[in-house]
C-alpha cells in the first residue's frame, strides 16, 4: 500500500485512490461555475450560522428572509444554484447583518480576480 502521497502519485488505501483536493470542491469535481458556487457556499453558510444561533425554525427563518421555507431548506443543504449571490446577501441584511463588497487590484498582474466571503 502506498502511504506517502506525491503530485502525481495518490495515497492507496483500501484500493481507493485518496487525492490531496484543492481550497474549491466545486473546481476539483469539475464545476464550470466553480468560483460562484464556492461563494455562495460560504453566504449560505453563514446564513445557516445565524439562523441556528437565534434557533429560528425554518419557516420563521424564510418569513424573516421574503422567501418559501423549500426554497430556504435548499440553499441550508447547499441547492443554491436558482438563488443569486444578491439574494443571499439581501438574506444577510435581512438577518442584521452588513455586506460590504470591496474592490482592490489583483496582486498578481494579468491574472484574474478572485471573490472571496469573509465574515468579520
Known amino acids: 500500500m502506498n502511504t506517502t502521497p506525491t503530485e502525481t502519485h495518490p495515497i492507496i488505501a483500501d484500493d481507493l485512490a485518496i487525492q490531496d ?3 474549491n470542491v466545486y473546481a476539483d469535481l469539475g ?3 466553480d468560483k460562484d458556487m464556492l461563494v455562495k457556499a ?3 453558510q453563514e446564513i ?3 439562523i441556528r444561533s437565534r434557533h429560528l425554525t425554518q419557516q420563521r ?3 424573516l428572509l421574503g422567501m418559501t421555507q423549500p426554497k430556504l431548506s435548499d440553499m441550508l ?3 443554491f444554484r436558482g438563488i443569486s449571490q444578491a439574494k443571499m446577501m439581501d438574506c444577510l441584511n435581512r438577518l442584521g447583518r452588513d455586506v460590504d463588497i470591496v474592490v482592490r487590484k ?3 498582474r494579468g491574472v484574474l480576480g478572485q471573490t472571496h466571503v ?3
Open 61 to 63: 427563518a424564510a418569513d
Open 42 to 44: 460560504g453566504l449560505a
Open 118 to 120: 469573509v465574515v468579520g
Open 77 to 79: 443543504r447547499g441547492r
Open 21 to 23: 483536493g484543492s481550497t
Open 48 to 50: 445557516a450560522q445565524i
Open 106 to 108: 489583483s496582486p498578481q
Open 31 to 33: 464545476y464550470p461555475d
